[in-house]
């Protein structure tokens, strides 16, 4: 099932798609109500049949010809345009990429790590699907894409072992861990040349975790103005999902709606030599199988 968030009318509501991908169902037409998707995540954290039971009412009117509304006439939002808290994110989580960044900064990238990387991102407001990475010459002299697998917590998870953590995930999305090199590095921690303004699309969908296999097994890629530029597996995950939410929620309460983001493989304008940065104009398209595209452009 694929939860969305999207305009329709000067309304942001809350919908699920059509098996077909053509419509929406706006939750109100499922007998339910909620002021936005943290809402809606929050009220199945709390009724664990109630994800279920929307499913199956979405199920229904896929027959019915007159429900729902186009997508075509629709305007689709990240579906958590603003998360509850910082995203919780993983540096350096697949080999490949883990070469390229100490050959571009060996003394920010480079070294043996045990244990994973782990470092938040600051988000205002998630940029939607076809919305607009502005880019401000001014600070930005070497702004990068990253195409992330991101998890979103269903329940609150705590003290979670690696054999029930996927019974703790809603679903998946795509992030794209937007980054300016430049303020990465001078600042040393990353916190700031991840965090600027515009700096985190995601969507286009939540994609609900019964979709998929455990662990997901899922094509990544990024193209640049329809240049492959990333094309890996999130099977070569270094610290896989089950593990990431287990050390996590052994230290910290993952509150329902909190969004992981599991890493970048090897692809990043960084890692060309020389570099490979955006400029104003090119469109970055960050896809992973079975859950879409997410295309936006810099401006």
């Known amino acids: 099932m694929k939860l969305a968030t999207f305009r329709y009318k000067d309304q942001d509501l809350v919908g699920i798609l059509s098996s077909c991908e053509t419509k929406v169902y706006p939750l109100s037409t499922l007998g339910l109500h909620a002021m936005d998707m943290n809402d809606f995540i929050d009220q199945t954290a709390k009724d664990g049949s109630l994800l279920g039971s929307v499913a199956g009412k979405a199920s229904k009117l896929d027959a019915t010809e007159e429900a729902g509304l186009l997508l075509s006439d629709v305007q689709l939002l990240s ?35 045990t244990y994973p990387l782990y470092f938040s991102k600051r988000v205002n407001e998630a940029v939607a699907p076809k919305g607009v990475i502005h880019m401000d010459e001014k600070i930005m002299t070497a702004l990068d894409y990253e195409v992330e697998l991101a998890v979103v917590i269903g329940r609150d998870a705590k003290n979670v072992s690696p054999e029930n953590a996927f019974d703790y995930i809603l679903g998946y999305t795509i992030l794209n861990d937007v980054t300016d090199r430049t303020v990465q590095t001078r600042h040393k921690q990353w916190y ?24 997901p097994v899922l094509k990544i890629q990024t193209t640049v103005n329809d240049e492959l530029r990333q094309n890996s597996t999130t099977a070569d995950l270094i610290f896989g999902i089950p593990y990431v939410i287990s050390e996590l929620s052994a230290g910290m309460t993952l509150k329902a709606g909190t969004i992981i983001a599991t890493g970048t493989p090897e692809g990043v304008g960084m890692g060309f030599q020389p570099p490979r940065f955006l400029s104003k104009g090119d469109k970055v398209v960050c896809t992973i199988e079975g859950i879409g595209d997410l295309e936006n452009t810099i401006g």
């Not at 995203?87 to 080999?95: D, E, T």
């Open 79 to 113: 579906p958590i345009p603003f998360p509850k808290q910082d995203i919780i994110c993983l540096g350096i989580n697949y080999a490949a990429h883990a070469v390229e960044s100490a050959r571009f900064a060996k003394d920010d990238f480079g070294g043996e790590r």
């Open 192 to 215: 700031f040349g991840k965090s600027l303004d515009n700096f985190t699309p995601i969507g286009p969908y939540i994609v609900t975790e019964d979709c998929f296999e455990r662990p």
